[in-house]
């Protein structure tokens, strides 16, 4: 469980790293990457062994027999989340964000209304926008750096054309997870506009310190209108695989999603299903809680650098490896401070906008580094915005 090793992702074709320089005019030499959401260590050995596995057998046919990786999501979400699944109720997508695209086609209609909980994951608007539905993005309220949620502004916004609600547990990028009764009150709100509930959870095993993740799936009178999402991607560093689920309890909402993966005619890579079942044992579980432990005290150590810094100020991370910094205090526009940190400390990082209204004076930082990158990034930000201090 090496985390403090540097590896050299330069000429991988890593999108974090070879196209921070064409996309943010971070120099490759000296950039420090921190924006797309993929961590720069190496999975677990019991990963790497079934890819071994399946190279040492030479032949890469389709996959059948899938009640093993089956029976290990069912094992993972048991053990780690005390949520009972069944093997029926399991789709497999190529990732989450194939997940959303088909939601959003099985239970929406051309012109229809998509909630989402602004700033959030800026994947959902694209996929939303492109299939020529309507988002609607009703902001969370930022109290003293904690995003709260807004029902009684939201309910105000509905015009009943809204068919979907996407929430994102545990947020990104603003780090939250959800207590049980924000997410009745998600629950409460979906059942008020009858709104289908889909819940990414990509990032429920990524939490930090004390705090609990509580699967939506687990809140009360939410069943008949709920689509949970899951995968091993961003838990293990797997993302290339493009594996996700999609799971659905209720017959009639999992009948609908069924017909339209049917006729799309999807079948997942057998790569990620070999990956997924071997990440989801008792030794990919101990890989997380030491991943855990090593994200929680970057997470400190690049508070801590950003709190010196007047006007800028990070959200409280709870869970995700993404911090969401605010540099509304400094006074500069959104040119000026993105200037600074891509010109000055040489760091690709997310631009706040695009993950909608709310976003516009943040910055999203990928923390899943080496230990001595995050050092080096934090004096870099202390060095840019020196003259504040």
């Excluded at 947020?171 to 506009?193: C, I």
């Excluded at 310190?209 to 838990?235: F, N, W």
């Excluded at 801590?304 to 959200?315: F, L, N, Q, V």
């Amino acid at each position: 469980m090496d985390f403090d090793t540097r590896i050299n992702r330069l000429g991988t074709h890593s999108v974090k790293w070879d196209a921070m320089e064409p996309m943010f005019g971070v120099p490759a030499a000296e950039g420090i990457s921190m924006w797309v959401a993929d961590m720069d260590f190496r999975p677990p050995a019991c990963v790497q062994r079934a890819l071994e596995g399946m190279l040492a057998h030479g032949i890469y046919g389709y996959y059948g027999d899938d009640a093993s990786y089956l029976d290990a999501i069912r094992w993972w979400m048991q053990t780690r989340h005390n949520w009972t699944v069944e093997r029926d109720q399991i789709f497999t997508t190529h990732g989450l964000v194939h997940g959303t695209s088909m939601c959003v086609d099985a239970f929406t209609a051309v012109g229809d209304g998509v909630v989402l909980m602004t700033p959030v994951y800026h994947a959902f608007a694209r996929v939303i926008k492109a299939a020529g539905r309507q988002v609607v993005e009703c902001k969370l309220r930022d109290n003293a750096g904690h995003y709260e949620m807004d029902f009684d502004a939201w309910d105000a916004q509905m015009t009943g054309a809204e068919k979907l609600l996407i929430l994102c547990s545990p947020h990104n990028p603003g780090g939250r997870v959800w207590t049980r009764a924000e997410l009745q009150g998600v629950a409460d709100f979906a059942k008020r506009h009858d709104l289908v509930l889909v819940s990414d959870e990509i990032h429920h095993d990524l939490v930090l310190g004390e705090v609990k993740h509580t699967a939506m799936a687990l809140i009360e009178g939410i069943a008949d209108r709920l689509v949970m999402m899951t995968a091993t991607t961003k838990t293990f560093n797997i993302a290339g695989a493009h594996s996700g689920n999609v799971i659905i309890a209720d017959p009639a909402l999992r009948a609908k999603f069924a017909a339209r993966m049917n006729a799309m005619g999807i079948s997942p890579n057998s790569f990620g299903l070999f990956m997924a079942t071997a990440a989801y044992s008792a030794e990919g579980a101990a890989w997380v809680d030491a991943l855990t432990s090593y994200l929680s005290e970057n997470a400190r150590i690049f508070d801590a650098g950003i709190a010196s810094i007047p006007g800028i100020r990070s959200m409280p991370l709870e869970a995700t490896y993404l911090a969401w910094v605010d540099f509304s205090g400094t006074g500069m526009t959104q040119a000026e401070f993105i200037d600074r940190v891509q010109k000055v400390a040489k760091i690709a990082a997310n631009h706040g906008v695009s993950f909608g209204a709310g976003g516009e004076s943040f910055l999203r930082f990928n923390l899943a580094t080496p230990r001595s990158l995050v050092i080096e990034a934090v004096a870099r930000l202390q060095a840019a915005f020196a003259d504040l201090q």
